[in-house]
């Protein structure tokens, strides 16, 4: 039965998060080496965790990150681990870092270090609207890899915060790509329209699954670059996450936004949410 409030698990070792220890000569400290992934769990069970894990073996091997376990046995852990929890509802998260050795920019000869943190988490109310500010993209060019080093991800954010704004969506010069923690889409004349999944975005999972839902529900997808003009001039701007869904936006840089297409965002926004409900109601 679940008997724990919090989960930290780094090679073996399970305990409270508070409770770990983790080497200084881990080279996450030094240089940020590795990378991660995250979902969330409703009963106890792992939303679509196959698509999680395919993403965190691709970006393991993205960056040349060789990993000694399989995507099963991966899985499995993950599992059991979720069931020590008392909430139903967790944020589920896991790393891969490239060992741990004396600080050096080469690749060490040493096993990676995998990391898993669970906590628990309330589910957003998807009918409140956020706020939102535009910053310039300034990251490195390989934004496809979920990558442990998130400093320009983490000043964005900040400054969104301080704007008293959700989120930050990045742009380079005119070109939208995503934000500083979500992924970025717009609703325009009924058309669904997203940023191209190459170098400089992270292919978010919960991005793949609005598209099924698209095109399930006869909505036309795009998948092409759209401008910070046609960000503001949307019927809806909709932020999407593993923990956040599909958000929408009310202000982009104090400007209003969206709020054109109510009902073609409601239908959306719904059938991902009952996918969630139907997928992770096996835990009741």
């Known amino acids: 039965m679940p008997s724990m409030k919090t ?45 999680h894990i395919d993403r965190f073996f691709n970006s393991a091997a993205l960056v040349e990150i060789p990993l000694a376990f399989t995507k099963l046995w991966l899985a499995e852990l993950l599992h059991d681990l979720v069931q020590k929890l008392d909430s139903p509802t967790q944020f589920v998260y896991w790393q891969v870092t490239r060992g741990t050795t004396e600080r050096a920019h080469t690749f060490p000869e040493t096993p990676a270090n995998l990391w898993v943190m669970l906590r628990p988490l309330v589910l957003p109310d998807l009918t409140n609207k956020v706020k939102l500010i535009t910053v310039e993209d300034i990251r490195f060019l390989l934004c496809n890899v979920k990558t442990l080093n998130l400093l320009p991800n983490v000043l964005a954010s900040e400054q969104a915060k301080r704007a008293g704004c959700y989120e930050a969506v990045f742009h380079r010069g005119e070109r939208v790509t995503e934000c500083s923690h979500s992924n970025v889409h717009i609703l325009k004349n009924g058309v669904f329209r997203t940023a191209p999944a190459d170098n400089l975005i992270l292919p978010g999972i919960t991005r793949a699954h609005l598209i099924a839902h698209c095109l399930k529900l006869g909505i036309t997808v795009s998948e092409a670059p759209f401008t910070v003009a046609e960000l503001m001039s949307a019927d809806e701007v909709i932020v999407s996450s593993s923990s956040t869904f599909c958000a929408s936006a009310s202000h982009i840089d104090g400007h209003e936004v969206g709020g054109k297409a109510p009902d073609l965002l409601t239908k959306l926004r719904e059938s991902l949410l009952n996918e969630f409900h139907e997928a992770t109601s096996a835990g009741v």
């Open 7 to 51: 989960l930290g698990y780094y090679n073996g070792e399970i305990a409270a998060i508070d409770e770990l220890r983790i080497p200084m000569n881990d080279r996450v400290c030094w240089f940020g080496d590795g990378v991660y992934d995250a979902t969330i769990t409703g009963n106890h069970v792992i939303f679509a965790l196959d698509e």
